[in-house]
């Protein structure tokens, strides 16, 4: 089953190699003291991307993810979604 987003809680992911497509903002959580993002792809697939989450004004700002955290937010991850309604 696929979530209904709204305009807002939609972005456009642009990848270095020239593809682009919409994702869905599932939610934003707190790792050791910094705030990440988890993004639905909403092109039928199941996958999900993580990225830190940066406030800035009205807006926001994703930022890349070292190899090493990004372990430590995909367990985070991974445990808020098993975690029961």
Known sequence: MTEQYSEDQIITLDFDD???????????????GKDYIAL??????????????????????LLDIDEETFEKVAAEFESL???PL
């Open 81 to 83: 979604m098993d975690e």
């Open 40 to 61: 639905e792809a909403l092109d039928g697939s199941e996958d999900v991307y993580l990225y830190g989450y940066q406030p800035v004004g009205d807006d926001f700002e």
């Open 18 to 32: 020239g593809a682009s497509f919409d994702c869905g903002i599932m939610g934003i959580f707190d790792v050791e």
